[in-house]
């Protein structure tokens, strides 16, 4: 895996809103889970960062390392809601505390409804959505604590979705539906905690360069370049400005397109 220092423009050594932090990142093996476990690590957060793939993480945990930060890897499949549970368990254990997740685990299986593969929906289902119904419930607990004793008087939630959550297109009808629903999810659950102060992000992406967007079928069938699109960078930029906000700042939403994307 190739780890870039993510392009934080603003940002000086020094720069460390979040110390005293502890942050998980999910989906955080490559893209721009990766890219957000630096960021916040960068920031001062002490990172929990959870894939199935060890190997990946561990290197990015060594990249973080190396730049003096603090970063636990653990290995669940996101899909699976006992493991995703557990994972948030763990995520405190090893940090002894919680004060930011990240849903960021997604997967997409391009295809038409009529002749689509049911195994395919199911684990979209499972992992876009499901999981994340699963780790916000179970990191609720440890961000409200957090909000309430913690070093910056709040705690943050962001759910990582799509331009998809807002653009159905023909053949990606199923990973659509599961984008819409994490939208609906994450304003509910923003006017359930908005009074004990955990903020709810929802963070939109357009075309971005990750592994789960270069496969068949992706936005260079639609006529934009690759070397148009957005970087996992990017997003995480946005997502660090999200949490870094004064406390009594919530940014609810933001959809970041790359400049040529028309849809």
């Known amino acids: 895996m190739s780890v870039r220092e993510p392009a934080d423009s603003g940002v000086t050594k020094g720069d460390t809103p979040l110390a005293g932090c502890a942050a998980l990142v999910t989906g955080a093996s490559s893209g721009i889970g990766a890219a957000t476990a630096l ?23 060594a990249v973080i390392h190396e730049r003096g930060g603090s970063c636990s890897v653990l290995t669940a499949d996101l899909a699976d809601a006992v493991q995703a549970r557990r994972a948030v368990e763990e995520a405190v254990d090893r940090c002894a505390r919680l004060d930011v997740l990240v849903n960021n685990a997604g997967y997409v299986a391009m295809g038409s409804i009529e002749g689509g593969d049911p195994a395919a929906w199911e684990r979209m289902v499972d992992l876009n959505f499901n999981a994340v119904l699963h780790l916000s419930q179970a990191a609720l607990p440890h961000l409200l604590r957090a909000a309430a004793n913690g070093p910056r008087g709040v705690a943050d939630l962001v759910n990582v979705s799509s331009v998809g959550g807002r653009v159905v297109r023909r053949n990606n009808g199923i990973y659509s539906a599961t984008k819409h629903a994490v939208g609906a999810f994450s304003e509910a659950l923003r006017q359930e905690v908005a009074g004990r102060s955990v903020r709810v992000g929802l963070i939109e992406p357009g075309m971005t360069m ?54």
Do not use: C, K, Y
């Open 39 to 61: 960021s916040l690590a960068r920031r001062g957060a002490d990172v929990a960062v959870v894939a199935r793939r060890t190997g990946r993480l561990e290197e990015l945990a």
């Open 210 to 263: 990750t592994e789960m967007a270069t496969g068949p079928g992706s936005a260079a069938a639609r006529g934009l370049p690759q070397n148009a699109w957005l970087q996992a960078e990017d997003i995480a930029r946005a997502i660090a400005f999200v949490v870094t906000q004064p406390p009594h700042v919530a940014v609810n939403e933001i959809m970041v397109r790359p400049t040529a994307q028309e849809h």
